[in-house]
C-alpha cells in the first residue's frame, strides 16, 4: 500500500519535470532569438497597459488594506509584548547596577583600600587616602540638591544629577565609591520624578509647561513613566473641560459637535506631544494607540448614552453623532491614529437600532393613515417639504405621507455609507413599501374574503377604507406606480456617494440619472416594481371575476351561452356577447379615468388594461369547465355558436388593437381560444363555412361604434353573414387576422 502510494505521489513530480524539460528546450536550440522572444511576450497594446496598470493598482489598495486591518487586529499582542519588554529592560538594568556595586564594594573589601581625609581632586578621580573628602562633597551635593528640589528648580536639579552620574561613573572606575551615595542620588531623582507627574497632571499646567515636565521627566531616565504620565495628564484636563460642558438647548449636533471637538483635541495634542517627545519609537506609539482606543471607546458611551441619545434617540441623532465623530476621527489619520474602525464597531449598532425604529415608524403611521385615506388623489399639502413646484405628483393621503417620511428618511445618510448600512436600509423601505402595497391590496373589495385567513405582514392587521369605485382603485395603483417607479428611487439615490451620481436637488429627474443609479439601486427598484405588480394582478383578477360571475357566484361566460345557439335558428343579430360588451365598457371607463391619473406615465396605464385583458382571456382559455361542455356535451358545438365565439375573440382583439392595447399574451390567449373551438367543432362532424374576416371586422367596429354611443345610421339593418363577403372555410379560421 505504501508502494502504490508512492507510485501514486511521484508520478505528478515526474510529469511535471518532463513538461519542465519540453518548456526550456526552446531556449537550448542554437536558434533561440532573445530579442524575438521577449518582444512576442511583451507585444500588448495600450488598452492592455491600462487594464494591468489598474489591476495593479487595485491590487496596491488591497494589500495596503489588508496590511492596515492586520496591523490593527494585532496591536493588542504588540502592545502587550512590547511592555513587557520594557519591564524586563529596566530589571536588567536595576540588576546590573546592583551587581556592579556589589562587585565594586567586594573589590574594595578584598583589596583594603582606605581614603584619608583630602578635597575633591579637580578633574573628578579620587586618590586611595580621600574618603573622608568625598563624604564630605557628598554631602554638601546632596544638600544643594535638597534645596534645588524644595524650590522647583528642574532645570538646575537636573543639570546636578549629570554632574552627580558622572562622578559616580568616575568613581566606579576608580572603585572608590559607595553605595549609600548612590542610593541617595536615585531617592532625589523619585522625588523629582514625582513632583513632576503631580504637576502634569494640574489641570491648570498648560501645554508647554505640560511638555517641559514631561521631557524633564524622561531626562531622569524613566521614559516609560514619563509617557504614561503625559497621556494621563491629557485625559486628566479633558475631563476637567468636561465638567464646565452643559448639553445644547441647539439640539443633539450641537452637543455632539461640541464633546466630540473636545475630546479629538485631547487626543491630537497628545498625540503631538508624543510625537515631539519621545519620536517614533514602537513601544510609545504602542501605547498611544491603546490608550487612544480605550479613551475613544469610553468616549462613544459618554457620547451616545449620556448625551447625545438620551432624549431623543432617534435616526437622525444617531447618524449626526456618528457624521460629526467620525469627521473628527478622520482629521487624525494623517498621526496614524486610525480610530475610525473604533466607533464604527460601536455606532452601528447604534445606528442599525434606530434605523429599524425609525421604518417601524414609517410603517405605523402610513397604516394609521390608510385606515382613514378616502383614496382621492391630491397634490401635497401647500407647504409639504421636499416638493418641487417644478416637479408634483398626485397621490391619496396615506401615500403622500408614506412619501413624506421616506424623505425625511434619507435626509441624513453620509453616515450609513460610511458604516456601509445602505444596503440594510434599501432593504428595510423595500420591507415597508411591500407592507404598504399590502394595504392598497386589502383595500379592493372582496380582496379578503375572510379576515382570519389573512396573512399579510406589518401592516396586515390593520383596518383598511375600503375603494369602492373604479377611480379609488385606480388611485391605489397610482399610488403604488408612483412611488415604486418615481418617488422612491430619487429618494434612494441619496445614498450614493457625490462622485457616483449626478442627481439634482431640486426633484427633477435628468436623463444621466438612470446611468448612474448604481446596480443595488436598480435592482432595488425592479424589486419594488415587481411589488407593484402584486396589486396590479389582485386588481385585475378582480375585475375580471366581476364581469365573469354575478354576485351570485353564477358565470356569466359559460359554454351553454354558445351551444344553445343554434337551438334558436339562423335569425341571428350578430353582435358580440353581453360580457365582452361589459368588458368594452369598463375598459373605456378605466382608459379614461387612468389619462387623468397616469399622466407622464402612460406606459404604466397601457400596461395595466393589457393585464385586465389578458386575464379574462387566460382565464377563459384555461376553464377546464366551459371546454369539457364544448368538446363532450351536453349538445355539441353548432356553426353558429362557433361564430359567435370567433366573433367575440376578433371583438377582443380588435378594440385592443385600436386602443394599441395588444399583448403576445392576448394574441395568444385568443388564438389557443379560437383553435380548441374549431377541432371541438370539426369532431362533431359538421361541416360549416365561416365568414371573411372583413364581415368580423365590420360587426366588431360598428359595435364599438354603437357602445361608444358613436353607432352610424343603418336603419335597424342586420349584419348578414353573406353579405358582399366570400365564404371561407372552418381550417382557414384558424390564423384570424387584427382588425
Known amino acids: 500500500m505504501a508502494a502504490k502510494t508512492a507510485r501514486i505521489k511521484s508520478t505528478p513530480t515526474k510529469e511535471n519535470g518532463v513538461r519542465a524539460e519540453e518548456g526550456l528546450s526552446m531556449f537550448k536550440s542554437d536558434k533561440f532569438d532573445a530579442d524575438a522572444y521577449v518582444q512576442s511576450k511583451c507585444s500588448i497594446n495600450e488598452k492592455d497597459i491600462k487594464q494591468l496598470c489598474s489591476y495593479?493598482?487595485?491590487?496596491?489598495?488591497?494589500?495596503?488594506?489588508?496590511?492596515?486591518?492586520?496591523?490593527?487586529?494585532?496591536?493588542?499582542?504588540?502592545?502587550?509584548?512590547?511592555?513587557?519588554?520594557?519591564?524586563?529592560?529596566?530589571?536588567?538594568?536595576?540588576?546590573?547596577?546592583?551587581?556592579?556595586?556589589?562587585?565594586?564594594?567586594?573589590?574594595?573589601?578584598?583589596?583594603?583600600?582606605?581614603?584619608?581625609?583630602?578635597?575633591?581632586p579637580c578633574d573628578g578621580s579620587f586618590g586611595d587616602n580621600d574618603l573622608y573628602a568625598l563624604e564630605k562633597w557628598a554631602a554638601e551635593y546632596l544638600d544643594q540638591l535638597d534645596a534645588l528640589l524644595a524650590e522647583r528648580r528642574v532645570d538646575e536639579a537636573l543639570a546636578a544629577f549629570d554632574d552627580g552620574e558622572v562622578l559616580v561613573s568616575q568613581a566606579n572606575e576608580s572603585h572608590t565609591i559607595t553605595s549609600s551615595l548612590q542610593v541617595a542620588i536615585s531617592q532625589r531623582k523619585r522625588k523629582l520624578a514625582d513632583q513632576l507627574a503631580k504637576a502634569a497632571c494640574q489641570p491648570s499646567t498648560r501645554g508647554g509647561e505640560l511638555r517641559s515636565a514631561i521631557t524633564a521627566l524622561k531626562r531622569l531616565g524613566d521614559g516609560p513613566r514619563a509617557h504614561t504620565v503625559l497621556l494621563d495628564a491629557h485625559f486628566q484636563r479633558y475631563q476637567y473641560n468636561m465638567q464646565s460642558l452643559r448639553p445644547s438647548?441647539?439640539?443633539?449636533?450641537?452637543?455632539?459637535?461640541?464633546?466630540?471637538?473636545?475630546?479629538?483635541?485631547?487626543?491630537?495634542?497628545?498625540?503631538?506631544?508624543?510625537?515631539?517627545?519621545?519620536?517614533?519609537?514602537?513601544?510609545?506609539?504602542?501605547?498611544?494607540?491603546?490608550?487612544?482606543?480605550?479613551?475613544?471607546?469610553?468616549?462613544?458611551?459618554?457620547?451616545?448614552?449620556?448625551?447625545?441619545?438620551?432624549?431623543?434617540?432617534?435616526?437622525?441623532?444617531?447618524?449626526?453623532?456618528?457624521?460629526?465623530?467620525?469627521?473628527?476621527?478622520?482629521?487624525?489619520?494623517?498621526?496614524?491614529?486610525?480610530?475610525?474602525?473604533?466607533?464604527?464597531?460601536?455606532?452601528?449598532?447604534?445606528?442599525?437600532q434606530a434605523l429599524e425604529a425609525n421604518l417601524k415608524r414609517i410603517e405605523d403611521n402610513t397604516a394609521a393613515m390608510a385606515a382613514a385615506d378616502d383614496w382621492v388623489l391630491t397634490y401635497p399639502p401647500a407647504g409639504s417639504r421636499h416638493v418641487s413646484t417644478a416637479f408634483q405628483n398626485k397621490l391619496t393621503s396615506s401615500a403622500h405621507r408614506?412619501?413624506?417620511?421616506?424623505?425625511?428618511?434619507?435626509?441624513?445618510?453620509?453616515?450609513?455609507?460610511?458604516?456601509?448600512?445602505?444596503?440594510?436600509?434599501?432593504?428595510?423601505?423595500?420591507?415597508?413599501?411591500?407592507?404598504?402595497?399590502?394595504?392598497?391590496i386589502r383595500a379592493l373589495p372582496g380582496s379578503i374574503e375572510d379576515e382570519e385567513e389573512a396573512n399579510f405582514e406589518g401592516f396586515g392587521n390593520k383596518i383598511v377604507q375600503m375603494a369602492e369605485t373604479e377611480a379609488h382603485q385606480l388611485a391605489l395603483l397610482a399610488n403604488a406606480s408612483l412611488l415604486a417607479g418615481e418617488l422612491l428611487?430619487?429618494?434612494?439615490?441619496?445614498?450614493?456617494?457625490?462622485?457616483?451620481?449626478?442627481?439634482?436637488?431640486?426633484?427633477?429627474?435628468?436623463?444621466?440619472?438612470?446611468?448612474?443609479?448604481?446596480?443595488?439601486?436598480?435592482?432595488?427598484?425592479?424589486?419594488?416594481?415587481?411589488?407593484?405588480?402584486?396589486?396590479?394582478?389582485?386588481?385585475?383578477?378582480?375585475?375580471?371575476?366581476?364581469l365573469i360571475f354575478t354576485e351570485e357566484g353564477d358565470c356569466r361566460l359559460s359554454a351553454d351561452m354558445y351551444i344553445n345557439m343554434d337551438e334558436n335558428g339562423d335569425d341571428v343579430d350578430w353582435f358580440p356577447s353581453l360580457v365582452f360588451q361589459e368588458l368594452f365598457a369598463k375598459f373605456n371607463r378605466m382608459a379614461s379615468l387612468a389619462a387623468d391619473m397616469f399622466v407622464g406615465r402612460e406606459r404604466f396605464a397601457t400596461s395595466l388594461l393589457m393585464r385586465l385583458k389578458e386575464t379574462v382571456i387566460l382565464w377563459l382559455s384555461g376553464d377546464q369547465s366551459f371546454w369539457d361542455d364544448i368538446e363532450k356535451g351536453p349538445r355539441p358545438l353548432g356553426p353558429l355558436g362557433l361564430r359567435q365565439l370567433y366573433l367575440d375573440m376578433k371583438f377582443v382583439t380588435c378594440f385592443a388593437s385600436h386602443g394599441r392595447y395588444r399583448?403576445?399574451?392576448?394574441?395568444?390567449?385568443?388564438?389557443?381560444?379560437?383553435?380548441?373551438?374549431?377541432?371541438?367543432?370539426?369532431?362533431?362532424g359538421l361541416d360549416s363555412e365561416l365568414p371573411k374576416d372583413d364581415w368580423f371586422t365590420e360587426i366588431c367596429l360598428d359595435g364599438m361604434e354603437r357602445l361608444s354611443g358613436k353607432a352610424k345610421g343603418n336603419n335597424g339593418e342586420v349584419h348578414s353573414p353573406t353579405a358582399s363577403v366570400s365564404a371561407q372555410s372552418v381550417s382557414s379560421a384558424r390564423s384570424h387576422g387584427s382588425c
Request: proline fraction near 3%.
Open 489 to 546: 428611487p430619487r429618494a434612494a439615490m441619496k445614498l450614493t456617494p457625490l462622485d457616483q451620481t449626478s442627481h439634482r436637488t431640486d426633484g427633477i429627474r435628468r436623463p444621466s440619472d438612470r446611468q448612474n443609479r448604481n446596480p443595488e439601486q436598480r435592482e432595488w427598484k425592479r424589486r419594488l416594481l415587481s411589488t407593484v405588480d402584486k396589486l396590479k394582478d389582485a386588481f385585475c383578477c378582480q375585475h375580471a371575476l366581476d
Open 663 to 684: 399583448s403576445r399574451n392576448l394574441h395568444r390567449g385568443t388564438n389557443e381560444i379560437i383553435s380548441k373551438a374549431l377541432a371541438a367543432f370539426t369532431a362533431t
Open 56 to 120: 495593479l493598482l487595485d491590487m496596491k489598495r488591497a494589500s495596503a488594506e489588508e496590511m492596515r486591518l492586520s496591523v490593527y487586529a494585532n496591536y493588542p499582542s504588540f502592545i502587550r509584548t512590547s511592555k513587557e519588554i520594557s519591564d524586563l529592560e529596566g530589571e536588567l538594568s536595576s540588576i546590573r547596577n546592583l551587581l556592579s556595586t556589589q562587585a565594586t564594594l567586594i573589590h574594595a573589601l578584598a583589596n583594603g583600600v582606605y581614603i584619608d581625609d583630602g578635597d575633591k
Open 249 to 352: 438647548s441647539n439640539g443633539v449636533a450641537y452637543t455632539a459637535a461640541a464633546l466630540s471637538q473636545l475630546f479629538f483635541s485631547a487626543i491630537s495634542h497628545a498625540s503631538s506631544d508624543s510625537l515631539g517627545i519621545f519620536g517614533e519609537e514602537p513601544a510609545y506609539s504602542s501605547e498611544l494607540v491603546t490608550w487612544a482606543t480605550n479613551q475613544t471607546e469610553a468616549f462613544f458611551f459618554l457620547l451616545v448614552k449620556k448625551h447625545a441619545l438620551a432624549s431623543s434617540g432617534g435616526l437622525r441623532a444617531a447618524a449626526e453623532c456618528a457624521q460629526i465623530a467620525l469627521g473628527h476621527c478622520s482629521l487624525l489619520e494623517a498621526r496614524g491614529l486610525s480610530l475610525c474602525p473604533v466607533l464604527l464597531k460601536h455606532f452601528k449598532p447604534v445606528v442599525e
Open 402 to 440: 408614506f412619501n413624506l417620511m421616506v424623505q425625511d428618511f434619507f435626509e441624513d445618510v453620509g453616515p450609513l455609507l460610511s458604516m456601509q448600512l445602505g444596503s440594510k436600509a434599501l432593504q428595510g423601505l423595500f420591507r415597508v413599501f411591500n407592507s404598504y402595497v399590502d394595504v392598497l
